[in-house]
């Protein structure tokens, strides 16, 4: 099945941080319901110790340390020609996006069905009830109703049934749920390499869970973060139809070639970068997981670093961390690990347990 994603972000928004993923699938509805079934069947008994927040097994890729890894092949050139190209978005800013919700429910909460839109593909997506929290909100917005037209990422961690709920351009208006491509991730697992399915996309286009990858205002007020970080590029300067792990899914950018960076690459800040000339101790915590766990391409966009909305942390961002405190980060000062082998996207998504 064709693909063509087209995500829609109000840049001027500073929470608007993507704007890129979606399918044109044709597949039957069956596959997305007994998908869904699947990944909302209960914790699997042999759940182990999680990684952050109460996300996924320690084992998980973006959990492993690279400060030591090699650099890929392709690192000079792929770094030398996003800079040609203007380098991050937001005008070659790096800017940090601080919009993205991330909701706790437990068992009382109550489980809602949705009305699927064209943003909902199957078999890539689950279509099973979404636990929607009192009093919630979803990306970039004060409630549930996606006013402005945005990513809107609805996501939900029940932590006792070690479910993570993310979806793509969720939507309650006038009493109606209505959803897009929604993912449910068993967190006690460790997906590995294949995730929920080679060629299958999730709430983000690389195919990847979206929570464990955004830094808290906790985890920075701590000192440490221990994982790597999602980060966003411009449509046109990621690679077309290709992707490397632990992405699963690639996009059909309007431009990209041989030497733009797929979805899944994890570019690393380098060693030797002066941390003492960043503004404050925040910016030197985010900066110091740059160069051990580094950041890793999951969906397209302006706003280039994406951290979690403090709604529900304890400690917040106003005072801590600014949205240009990075702002000094130029592509230049990055490096591309190893990302092995390259993985063609054809358009067809094949569903795992």
């Not at 020609?81 to 706790?104: C, H, K, T, Y």
């Not at 990847?208 to 300067?237: C, Y």
Request: charged residues 25%.
């Amino acid at each position: 099945m064709a693909r063509l994603w087209g995500w829609v972000c109000l840049v001027a928004v500073l929470g608007c941080g993507d704007d890129d993923g979606g399918v044109d699938a044709s597949s039957s509805d069956g596959g997305a319901r007994d998908a869904g079934a699947r990944a909302d069947a209960g914790p699997r008994p042999d759940a182990g110790p999680v990684v952050g927040d109460g996300f996924f097994p320690p084992t998980v890729s973006w959990a492993q340390p690279v400060d030591d890894a090699p650099l890929d092949a392709q690192s000079d050139d792929v770094i030398a020609w996003l800079d040609a190209e203007g380098g991050w978005g937001n005008r070659g800013v790096f800017q940090i996006d601080f919009s993205i919700e991330v909701l706790e429910a437990d068992a009382d909460t109550p489980r809602e069905s949705f009305e699927p839109t064209s943003d909902f593909y199957s078999p890539d997506c689950d279509e099973v009830p979404v636990p929607r929290p009192s009093g919630g909100r979803i990306e970039g917005e004060e409630g549930y109703e996606c006013t402005l037209d945005g990513d809107c990422h609805l996501i939900v961690h029940d932590r006792g049934a070690g479910r993570l709920y993310e979806m793509w351009r969720a939507n309650v208006s006038g009493g109606t749920f209505y959803g897009g491509c929604l993912a449910v991730w068993d967190t006690s697992r460790d997906y590995g390499d294949d995730g929920r399915g080679q060629g299958c996309t999730s709430a983000d286009a690389a195919g990847l869970p979206i929570a464990p990858l955004l830094f808290t205002a906790d985890e920075v007020a701590s000192g440490t973060i221990d994982h790597a970080i999602r980060f966003i590029l411009p449509n046109e300067r990621i690679r077309r139809r290709v992707y490397v792990a632990p992405a699963t899914h690639s996009t059909n950018p309007t431009s990209g070639g041989a030497d733009a960076p797929p979805y899944g690459v994890r570019l690393r800040l380098r060693a030797d970068y002066p941390l003492e000339t960043l503004p404050n101790d925040a910016a030197r915590t985010v900066a110091r997981a740059l160069q051990r766990y580094g950041m890793i391409l999951a969906d397209a966009g302006q706003i280039a670093l994406t951290a979690r909305s403090d709604h529900d942390t304890v400690a917040k961002w106003d005072g801590l961390l600014g949205p240009r405190d990075l702002q000094a980060l130029e592509i230049t000062d990055f490096e591309m690990i190893e990302a092995g082998p390259r993985t063609d996207w054809s358009g067809d998504c094949t569903r795992v347990e």
